[in-house]
């Protein structure tokens, strides 16, 4: 009547499955903090150390993929999500501080709503980037970056983005364009 032996194995699988998924929640925590920790180098300036905590990032995100080769819906978990955006934000702004570019999804290695999500939210530390070169007397750098977030924007207006969390990030962008713009007004007038 009931195959005791066929429950045994779905509860191994139920098991297995939890355990992974544990695995995968806590490396993908792990992931996000390197990648918070690597923004927060390189508004220190520090881009070795950055470039480390991105790299240990990937491989971490790398493992998890792999791990999850069994069990795909894993990585639909959010906290995978949100190390991945974590990790295309700090990609983003580490290729612009580092080589004055901003990285399409295909050289990081990622689909193109988690990359956009993360290019998104790079604007922010783009903005903050520019008060603090402006509070350092570098204008130019606080300039440079407001020309690069404009372009940014004239391009990611041309998405016809749904109604999902990366169009709210987007819409984001225009106020954070419009601070830049106040911020570079300040400049030239005391110029």
């Not at 903090?33 to 480390?52: F, G, P």
């Not at 402006?134 to 109604?163: C, P, S």
């Amino acid at each position: 009547m009931i195959d005791k032996q066929g429950f045994a194995e779905l509860r191994k699988q139920v098991e297995e499955y939890d355990v992974l998924r544990e695995h995968t929640i806590k490396d993908s925590r792990d992931a996000l903090k390197l990648s918070k920790a690597a923004i927060y180098s390189l508004h220190r300036n520090e881009l070795s150390t950055a470039q480390k905590q991105l790299s240990d990032a990937k491989k971490i995100l790398d493992t998890i993929r792999n791990k999850c080769n069994k069990e795909p819906t894993l990585l639909l978990t959010g906290t995978y999500a949100e190390a991945l955006e974590e990790y295309a934000e700090a990609q983003c702004y580490y290729h612009y501080l580092t080589q004055k570019k901003i990285p399409l999804a295909r050289e990081l290695g990622l689909d193109p709503e988690t990359y956009l999500a993360g290019l998104c939210d790079t604007v922010g530390e783009l903005v903050r980037k520019a008060v603090n070169s402006v509070i350092q007397g570098d204008n130019a750098t606080a300039l440079e970056i407001k020309e690069v977030v404009g372009a940014l924007y004239e391009e990611l207006m041309l998405f016809d983005f749904r109604n999902t969390p990366v169009r709210r990030k987007f819409d984001s962008i225009k106020y954070s364009l419009e601070k830049l713009e106040e911020l570079a007004l300040k400049i030239k007038m005391k110029e």
